[in-house]
């Protein structure tokens, strides 16, 4: 049973955001537009340029996006052509120079208002925690899972996120070796893969594959954001990282875990891992699992 003071919090949430982020304004971050139609520029900006991508992307209704995007182009700060798929009835909607420098004026300033507001608060670990809660339980997007570069900033930005949970539940520090060159390759076709959850351009849960031998291969870095957790991250990433390991060739895979991570240890056991001898040097490991593909 929701309580109404529980209903009251939200409300006021509500009211606090709306208020903080300008959604009111007819000047958003003053550019002179609301912030629909900023939201509707940035979005291109992003690379949504596909009418119908744009629109399941920002929700809108096909009339509004309309509205929106003829106030855009009047402003020639976009314009629309036919669309490069195969269906011709579909429209593109790209920016133009002055649509580009406004959108690059659009993201400075949105970093500067997040600077701004993150720096108000003396507990901001546990304030990103809480937004990242908030956008997992309010977010309507499925997270996307796509190939990933070991060295892109998406990986780097969850390899830290990884290790510091890592020393948060081990009790001490721990660190992942910063890769070289050859461990990168391992995580590349056609050796291996590295994977990422991305919702809404922001990694929400990880994973690689190496290569143990020419027949089995290793998951390594499995991580999910905890505010994710229990919707089916975990077990897409691991299905995923399995379909990998096929499609490279690969006929098992095998990976490690500790006693600390109990949770990871049920996860393999659901989903068919049969625990086997240690088969590494591993000091943090106490799990070893394989699963035949």
């Known amino acids: 049973m929701i309580s109404e003071s529980e209903i009251r919090r939200l409300r006021r949430f509500n009211r606090v955001v709306t208020s903080e982020l300008g959604a009111m304004d007819q000047s958003f971050l003053g550019r002179g537009r609301p912030l629909g139609l900023a939201r509707v520029l940035q979005a291109i900006g992003q690379g949504k340029e596909e ?18 995007l003829r106030v855009l182009e009047a402003e020639e700060l976009v314009v629309a052509a036919p669309s490069q798929t195969e269906d011709a009835r579909q429209k593109r909607v790209t920016l133009t120079d002055a649509g580009h420098r406004e959108f690059d ?20 670990k546990e304030l990103l925690a809480a937004i990242d809660l908030v956008s997992a339980t309010f977010g309507s997007r499925q997270p996307r899972i796509r190939r990933a570069v070991p060295t892109e900033p998406d ?3 969850a390899m830290a996120e990884y290790t510091s949970e890592l020393s948060d ?23 291996g893969v590295f994977l990422l959850a991305v919702q809404d351009n922001m990694a929400i849960a ?21 505010a994710w957790r229990g919707q089916g991250v ?7 990282l399995e379909d990998e390991a096929r499609e490279l060739g690969y006929a098992s895979v095998r990976l490690d875990t500790s006693r600390h991570l109990q949770e990871a240890v ?24 394989e699963k035949m593909l």
């Open 155 to 157: 990986v780097t930005y």
């Open 234 to 240: 975990s077990r897409d990433m691991m299905r995923s």
């Open 51 to 68: 009418l119908r991508d744009l629109r399941s992307y920002l929700g809108l209704d096909s009339g509004l996006l309309s509205r929106h």
């Open 206 to 226: 990880s994973g690689g594959l190496r290569p143990i031998d020419q027949n089995c291969a290793e998951v390594k870095r499995v991580w999910v954001n905890p």
């Open 266 to 289: 049920s996860l393999y056991h659901a989903l068919g891992y049969r625990e086997i001898a240690r088969y590494n040097d591993n000091p943090d490991a106490d799990h070893f699992f």
């Open 169 to 191: 539940r081990f009790g001490r520090s721990f660190a992942v070796p910063e890769m070289g060159e050859a461990e990168r390759q391992d995580f590349l076709p056609p050796r």
């Open 105 to 124: 004026a659009y993201e400075a300033l949105s970093d500067q208002h997040a600077q701004e507001l993150l720096g108000r608060s003396r507990k901001r």
